[in-house]
């Protein structure tokens, strides 16, 4: 597990949560007015409206995610497992990459998918993992450009089953790898768009130690990079009702939330946000 210095606690635990909230009031008077101005019906009877006003759900969507991620930043510095049920990790990610394969060919990327087996049961977390996977496949779809492509692999034999997400993007510099999941404590080195705060992967790191865990990453500038999630393949003997799912999005659409950082307006017109 990560050790912080107080500094870097008070920084995760106060600062960052609160600066999340102020925001989160202040996005939700903007987006409450926008809806106002310019309500989904509106933006279906009127294709030049609805392209317009997409660029505005971007840019909102985007800083929703900040916030989201901001307000996750006090989790950092918690420690142990998490509430585990049993749940199929292969049909998750499967799911995931099925909902997600037609915002990568909006950007010209092939979202491949593979598993070395049909289902495989595992106690965890699903929401977690899932927010995790998207988490990885946002950063993937920044990275990599036209004519690339971004593949989500399952490897189940062993103590561990192994998530990998391997893009063809342009890869991570060699003195970045050992402190890619703590880049937001950089201050002296934040990075401009599209690389954003750096917290996106902090918490994959937290939910997969969460899980008893852990995620490297790997890569070659150039070549494209690959992290890969190892969790322990083992039951949780603990089912879950699956007949009323958390929305943890606020109901907003959580694969456009996660992947806004990377997707063109288009991804934003009304028939996508319905």
């Known amino acids: 597990m990560k050790q912080y210095s107080e500094e870097e606690l008070h920084l995760l635990t106060k600062v960052l949560p609160n600066v999340a909230m102020q925001l989160r009031g202040a996005m939700a008077n903007v987006y409450a007015s926008a809806q106002s101005l310019v309500p989904p019906q509106a933006r279906d009877q009127d294709e030049k409206l609805d392209q317009t006003a997409s660029v505005f759900s971007l840019s909102y969507y985007q800083m929703y995610r900040v916030i989201e991620n901001l307000s996750d930043a006090g989790k950092l510095a918690e420690v142990g497992l998490f509430p585990r049920y049993d749940d199929d990790i292969v049909g998750l990610c499967r799911e995931i990459c099925e909902k997600t394969e037609g915002l990568f060919a909006m950007n010209g990327v092939t979202l491949a998918f593979s598993a070395d087996r049909e289902s495989c049961v595992i106690g965890m977390d699903a929401e977690r993992i899932k927010r995790m996977l998207l988490n990885l496949l946002s950063n993937a779809l920044k990275f990599t450009p036209r004519g690339g492509k971004v593949s989500v692999r399952v490897k189940t034999g062993?103590?561990?089953?192994?998530?990998?997400?391997?893009?063809?993007?342009?890869?991570?510099?060699?003195?970045?790898?050992?402190?890619?999941?703590?880049?937001?404590?950089?201050?002296?080195?934040?990075?401009?768009v599209p690389h954003g705060l750096g917290l996106g992967l902090a918490i994959c790191r937290r939910i997969a130690q969460g899980h008893g865990g852990r995620i490297v990453a790997e890569s070659e500038e150039g070549k494209g990079a690959t992290f890969t999630v190892s969790l322990p393949n083992e039951k949780s003997m603990e089912g879950r009702l699956h007949d009323v799912k958390m929305d943890y999005h606020g109901g907003f659409n959580p694969y456009l939330v996660q992947l806004s950082d990377g997707l063109h307006p288009e991804a934003f017109t009304q028939k996508y946000l319905d």
């Not at 890869?171 to 790898?177: E, M, Q, S, T």
Request: aromatic residues 12%; charged residues 30%.
């Open 158 to 192: 062993g103590k561990f089953v192994l998530l990998s997400v391997a893009d063809t993007g342009c890869g991570i510099a060699a003195d970045r790898l050992d402190t890619i999941f703590d880049r937001f404590l950089e201050t002296d080195r934040f990075d401009p």
